[in-house]
């Protein structure tokens, strides 16, 4: 069975950091794109980061570049969302999922609707 489970939210106060993990099973994560999607209450789904660990090639959103870290272990097939200097708009409930495929134009579109294979979402919650 292809799944991915994410771990590692809670509640931070802002400027804090949390890290988040995906792990996937049924699959190996270096024959996909893994992507961190976030959705906030009224809010569409929007991409944060995606990855390739076939290269490492990574694409982030313009509002968590410079703070957000994606990383994959391939050895426990397992991605992770280091996320620094937390602030409150950062508060929402992160997914992730992946796509078959690793090629730059699928990293870098990073859009959930493409997106096949999704974990059940984890709630980061930034207080001010």
């Known amino acids: 069975e292809v799944q991915l489970v994410e771990s590692g939210g809670g509640l931070v106060q802002a400027g804090g950091s949390l890290r988040l993990s995906c792990v996937a099973s049924?699959?190996?994560?270096?024959?996909?794109?893994i992507g961190w999607f976030r959705q906030a209450p009224g809010k569409e789904r929007e991409g944060v980061s995606c990855?390739?660990?076939?290269?490492?090639?990574?694409y982030y959103a313009d509002s968590v570049k410079g703070r957000f870290t994606i990383s994959s272990d391939n050895a426990k097939n397992t991605v992770y969302l280091q996320m620094n200097s937390l602030k409150p708009e950062d508060t929402a409930v992160y997914y992730c999922a992946a796509k078959y495929g690793s090629s730059w134009s699928i990293v870098s579109t990073c859009a959930p609707n493409t997106y096949d294979v999704w974990g059940q979402g984890t709630q980061v919650t930034v207080s001010s």
């Open positions: 049924g699959f190996t994560v270096d024959d996909y794109a």
């Open positions: 990855f390739s660990s076939a290269d490492g090639s990574a």
